[in-house]
């Protein structure tokens, strides 16, 4: 497994409950060249953790919060590794393994793509893959992408599994490891606009994937007037072009599972 060079790259943004367990994790793997956290404009202390590292990490601070898709994108373009292996920041009981793991595939020419299914010992498991943050890449694939993986904020994992749905990918399992649901991470009253903000973003990318103007996206997609999920899943089945956002629906409810 040493032929080839392995970089992690974790976007970051408010995640200082977890964060430093994750860092600390990646520290002791022996086959990572390079540890790349991509602080999205965190106003926790994220970022003092984070720089607690020192030279253990490669640490990229962004001074105002651009999204997952941005972040990631500049890791990759910062990455000197041959395979890019992305983690979320709020896993919990993350170990060195699990790099392993993910890479093994790609190394023995098993697959180009990789996707992990989450497994914990508490029974919480992560059923939709495609969904997940946690994959690996051969870097030279994903630089011709960049810059549109840079404008897909929370939309990045449907981006790539168009991008790459040519590809072959395979989906592993992760066992014994979870992560921290989004409200035990932040107050309970601002969790609505969170999670509408996060579907407006997936069901925009994925209408764009599926062929759709970015004008027709925006007159569909109005944030002013789309001002609940519930709203939204009803402008997607009353649409005339339900054709182009097939399997919005399915990407909105599969992704905001995890969280329930």
Known sequence: MRDKTISVIVPVFNEAKTVAKVAQALIKSNSAIELIFVNDGSTDKSKEILEGFNNQIKLINLKRNHGKGFALAVGVKNAAGEIVIFLDADLLNLKPEHVDRLAFPLLINQADVVLAKISSTTGLFDPFP??????????????????????????????????FKKKK????????????????????SLLPSIYLKQALEISKTVAQVNGMSLE?????????????????????????????LKGVRKYIMSHFSKYF
């Open 216 to 244: 027709k996206v925006k007159s569909i997609f109005n944030d002013k007037k789309i001002k609940s999920i519930k709203d939204l899943l009803k402008t997607i089945s009353q649409s005339k072009d339900i054709e182009n």
């Open 130 to 163: 495609p969904f997940s943050g946690q994959r690996a890449y051969w870097r030279k694939d994903l630089l011709p992408h960049l810059k549109q993986i840079a404008k897909t904020r929370y939309g990045v994992e449907v981006y790539l599994n168009k991008a």
């Open 169 to 188: 990918t395979k989906t592993i399992k992760l066992k014994d490891i979870s992560y921290l649901f989004k409200h035990q991470k932040i107050d309970l």
